[in-house]
């Protein structure tokens, strides 16, 4: 199983994006046949029960999105996807409409990761594959980054190639 998911301040601006239809073609494009496990994105947070996350306490919410995948492969797939384009593209721009309005911090305060359980996965490698996706994905219409290798440091942590 391959997983990418994101952890931080809940996005509030977030919460009033009209992504029925991204939602739909989600379910049976992705879910519905097997390419994708779960999914849990686009929500008005999670009420934190427990100690503080990155100052976060009961009365906010918390940024949790995850999906999983059969596949690192799948998820690749996802990634340069038109479900994903769509969804990304959406987000994109209300995204800067909230930073304009001053409702949202550039860069997001949260924690992208990736994750497998299968162990025979050379992590390097696949560092190596996901990086090239992201140089990749930084070069569509859709994408749109803030700044070049922007993708790159925000989903792994390095610099571009």
């Known amino acids: 199983m391959f997983i990418r998911g994101a952890i931080g301040a809940n996005r509030d601006w977030a919460t009033s994006i009209d992504m029925v239809e991204e939602r739909a073609a989600i379910e049976e494009n992705w879910i519905k046949t097997g ?44 990634a340069m996807s038109p ?29 992208n990761f990736h994750a497998t359980d299968d162990r025979t996965t050379d992590i390097q490698q696949l560092r190596g594959e996901l990086g090239d996706l992201y140089d990749r994905m930084e ?8 700044a070049p290798g922007m993708f790159r440091r925000g989903m792994l942590g390095d610099e571009a190639e």
């Open 35 to 78: 390419k994708m496990l779960w999914w849990h994105q686009f929500s008005e947070g999670l009420r934190v029960i427990g100690p503080p996350f990155q100052g976060k306490t009961e009365s906010d919410g918390l940024l949790l999105e995850m999906y999983a995948f059969p596949t690192q492969e799948l998820f690749m797939e996802w």
């Open 139 to 146: 070069q569509t219409e859709w994408a749109q980054p803030p």
């Open 83 to 111: 479900e994903h384009a769509s969804a990304h593209t959406k987000l994109l721009h209300a995204g800067r409409a909230a930073m304009a309005e001053g409702r949202m911090s550039f860069p997001p305060v949260q924690y």
